[in-house]
């Protein structure tokens, strides 16, 4: 059975400052050494996400990026919340592990040359704790690591901390790939060192309804190793629930 509440969250933690934050480095950086097939894959994929959440931003013209408050929530290394800074947005990063947060910090750091770069806020925080107002909060392929009722609880958060725009990405939970998770569970490899959960759409659209927000636009990622369902999400006209 899935470890529920804070069991899953100190799992993720301490993974995310150890052992978790060493593969993920390597998969979200540049360097081709020491970076096998699967992980170069992963990394192609991510950057689609990337990318496409950028894509979203920037054509929102209601929201213009330059000047725009925006959350990171579960920020990792900064591989989106660095190219937000550059465009001009005024961005608070923040991720559960603090290995991810300085590490974030020195990647932005580097990058900080252009004029328009504003350099962010770096918080060690889980995104529970999050609070505040926001023009638009992020929060990119973090929900792969809680199960639904949390993922759930997760969002309507988010939802709560947010002004115009909430993006969301998840690995999508479909016939195939609940397949594919289960001969993985089967076979259990080394690095398997924390529990993937894939979400169906339904329930992520369903917390967004619960939070007064609908999904106004929608993208699909898949490489070979790499699924990504993302979400961008507008306040419904008229709710009053996020205030
Ligand atoms: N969003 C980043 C990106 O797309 O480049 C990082 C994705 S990485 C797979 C997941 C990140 O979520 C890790 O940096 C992890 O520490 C963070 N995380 C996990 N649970 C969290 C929580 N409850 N609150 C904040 N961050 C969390």
Redesign the pocket.
Known sequence: AAAVGGGD?EA??A???ST??ER?RKI?GSNTDDVNRVQLDIREG?AQ??AAALAMLRDSPDVPLSGATVC?????????AIPLASAGASVLA????A??VSEAQRQAAAASGSASFVMPRFEV????S?EGRYDVV?????L???PREEAQK?IRHLASLADKRLLI?FAPLTLYLGLLKRVGELFPGPSKATRAYLHAEKDIEEALRDAGWRVSKRGFISTQFYFAKLFEAVPVAGSSSSS
């Open positions: 969250k993720v933690r993974y995310f400052n978790g934050f993920w979200y991510h996400t990337v990171d929530a579960g920020c990792g290394t900064g591989s989106l923040s991720d559960i592990s290995a991810m925080r889980d995104l529970e999050l992020v929060c990119l392929d973090v792969i690591h809680y997760m990405s």
